[in-house]
């Protein structure tokens, strides 16, 4: 069963009205009628089964029937990622889809677009609502707004293992950072043009593990996905339940 989306949703709801995208989806699109049965969730680990009681112009009224928790899977992943010219949308769902609970755009020497928008926050945001809800996951990510290299690994410092990913490094493997991680981590992949040396530099002051994702070069959104889904695959080998 599709599974929609409600800010409003609480562990004590009874009712809810649904406007907006959700609304057109379930009433035009999908054709619901009032005793339909549907699927919920506040992105925030709540999930509940509920039923349409009342379909109007403009909302749709639902009564809350079922509510169920999940609990955040452990460790969690978040992506710190440069923010690009193009893809960014691309970025954020389809690791969304992999089970990314944090992204972090960032600002670094070679970034190309440095800054982004309020209205491109918002859509970026969107298309995480839109990708939780592909996967029927009932966590929905945080995007943070963007800020400089420098001050997101003092952000993260003692928060978070920091795993990097660097096109010109040659002895430190993906795997065999994952296998010494410890703690939450954060995946950090750089801008089209890579990473400067000093950057990379600071990063390791910061504690951050600098790894090679193989001998082809990557598209930054293409390694920003490859680094997420081989993290993902290393847990579920760890942990057949983790995803």
């Known amino acids: 069963m599709p599974i929609f989306y409600s800010s409003e949703l609480t562990n ?20 619901k009628r009032e005793g339909d049965e549907m699927s919920l969730t506040n992105g925030r680990g709540i999930h509940a089964q509920c039923s349409i009681t009342d379909i109007s112009h403009n909302e749709i009224t639902i009564q809350v029937n079922r509510i169920s928790f999940q609990e955040k899977t452990k460790p969690h992943i978040s992506l710190a990622f440069s923010l690009l010219k193009k893809n960014n949308e691309l970025i954020i769902e389809k690791c969304t889809e992999l089970g990314i609970y944090d992204f972090f755009p960032f600002i670094s020497e070679r970034t190309v677009k440095k800054s982004a928008s309020s209205h491109q926050l918002d859509r970026l945001r969107k298309i995480a609502i839109s990708a939780m809800k592909q996967c029927d996951s009932v966590y929905l990510p945080e995007i943070h707004n963007p ?17 990097l990913a660097w096109e010109e490094e040659q002895k430190t493997s993906f795997s065999t950072a994952l296998e010494i991680s410890k703690k939450d981590m954060c995946l950090v992949v750089g801008p089209e043009g890579g990473f400067e040396k000093s950057e990379v530099e600071l990063g390791q002051k910061f504690g951050a593990h600098i790894v090679s994702l193989g001998n082809h ?27």
């Open 147 to 163: 800020i400089q290299f420098n001050e997101l690994l003092e952000f993260f410092i003692n928060k978070y293992d920091l795993i």
């Open 12 to 31: 004590t709801s009874k009712k809810i009205q649904i406007a907006g995208i959700e609304y057109n989806h379930l009433k035009n699109t999908l054709r």
């Open 217 to 243: 070069i990557l598209r930054a959104e293409t390694a920003a996905i490859t680094i997420c889904a081989q993290v993902i695959f290393y847990q579920l080998q760890q942990n057949p339940s983790y995803y």
